[in-house]
Nanobody, 122 residues
Framework: QVQLTESGGGLVQAGDSLRLSCSAP????????RAWFRQAPGQEREFLAG????????LYADSVRGRFTIIKDRNVNTVYLQMDNLKPEDSAVYYC???????????????WGQGTQVTVSS
């Protein structure tokens, strides 16, 4: 089964920036919308940002609007999440997901990556 692959997580300090990548082999998921979610221990999976298949329309959660930016590079079939001014409460496992349309509900996505850990120290 073709999977999405996240990368770019790590340990950073508060105020730092990170860029996460969500890639897929060949043209897999090229015609799908993609979104970023995160899940902290003991919490539900939280929608952060989504982008349509063309990379033209974006959707953000209020909690990250203005700090996080989702971008799609169609040339390499990769979606990025640029995260600026990171806070300790941003620490979580970050997941990429794909679906026919962009939506905020996690159960609407059937295609997920394995996740990448982001830890922000104070």
């Amino acid at each position: 089964q073709v999977q999405l692959t996240e990368s770019g997580g790590g340990l950073v300090q508060a105020g730092d920036s990170l860029r996460l990548s969500c890639s897929a082999p060949g043209g897999a998921f090229e015609m799908y919308s993609r979104a970023w979610f995160r899940q902290a221990p003991g919490q539900e999976r939280e929608f952060l940002a989504g982008i349509d298949r063309l990379g033209a329309t974006t959707l953000y959660a209020d909690s990250v609007r203005g700090r996080f930016t989702i971008i799609k590079d169609r040339n390499v079939n990769t979606v990025y999440l640029q995260m600026d001014n990171l806070k300790p409460e941003d620490s979580a496992v970050y997941y990429c997901a794909a679906a026919a349309t962009t939506m905020k509900k996690a159960d609407g996505y059937r295609n997920w990556g394995q996740g990448t850990q982001v830890t922000v120290s104070s």
